[in-house]
């Protein structure tokens, strides 16, 4: 995982990226870092980076263990921080996806990682092919699809819509929730579709379904991209192995820590 950060001291902009993952090389080892948290604004002026331990009595984390198996896989990256995920929602409707599909197999492939240095989101064929299909079915009376089977934005991305050049998508889409032991992620609102840049069908736009294909990159994971995380509050609690989530504007958790100039 890494954080990218953007900082202007004394005028002068600085941009990078800070890598955060277990390994031994990243800042999070060669700090002695055991718990820190963050807030990934949709603004570029409220991002949260704290190391450490923090008391935030306004902000309610609900907590999920972190997953490690006991002995080394191949297809397992042990330095990703790792959650189970247990299903999925879509406009409050449950996805028909078996267990065994959102959980790692016999060769540590299919674990789900939390990567702010990932975009979007990804996820495994059968259980993308459930989401596609629920948000494709829940929209259809009054968001067209794009029906081009040989258009996918970013070689991943295929569940793709058309909006009026000018215009945002509908307010009304319906929510895709993560669930996971003790906690869960909603993405709602701007964040479901993202506007492809320079693509056009007459006088339409095409927005597409932030949520990838990992199968068509290919990828063996399930990645929960940093898009995802805007607005959330993430803790990585690594001397109790947990991840704690809570939903909050950056905005006013920056100002309820006392750091907005």
């Excluded at 909006?163 to 929510?175: F, Y």
Aim: aromatic share 10%.
């Amino acid at each position: 995982m890494a954080s990218a950060f953007d900082t202007s001291p004394d005028g002068v902009a600085t941009a990078g990226l800070l890598g955060m993952n277990r390994g031994a090389l990243s800042f999070v080892s060669q700090a002695s870092t055991r718990r820190f948290s963050y807030c990934i604004s949709d603004r570029d002026d409220a991002g949260v980076l704290l190391l450490g331990h923090s008391d935030l009595p306004f902000l309610p984390l609900n907590y999920t263990p972190l997953y490690q198996p006991a002995m080394p896989l191949p297809y397992f990256d042990r330095v990703a921080y790792s959650v189970q995920l247990l299903g999925i929602r879509v406009g409050g409707k449950p996805l028909p996806i078996p267990a065994s599909v959102l959980a790692p197999d016999h060769t540590g492939a299919g674990q789900t990682m939390v990567d702010s240095g990932t975009q979007f989101t990804f996820l495994l064929g059968d259980a993308y092919s459930a989401l596609k299909a629920e948000f494709s079915r829940q929209t259809k009376p009054w968001l067209p699809a794009l029906n081009d089977p040989n258009f996918a934005f970013q070689e991943a991305f295929d569940t793709c819509f058309r909006v009026p050049q000018g215009r945002a998508p509908p307010a009304r889409l319906p929510a895709v929730t993560l669930l996971f032991n003790g906690a869960q992620m909603t993405v709602a609102g701007d964040r479901l579709l993202y506007k492809v840049p320079g693509e056009r069908r007459g006088g339409d736009g095409v927005w597409c379904l932030t949520f990838g294909n990992a199968d068509m990159v290919p990828i063996t994971a399930y990645v929960i991209g940093h898009h995802h995380q805007m607005n959330v509050w993430v803790e990585y609690d690594l001397e109790r192995g947990r991840v704690g989530l809570a939903p909050i504007r950056c905005d006013v958790a920056s100002e309820r820590l006392g750091l907005m100039l």
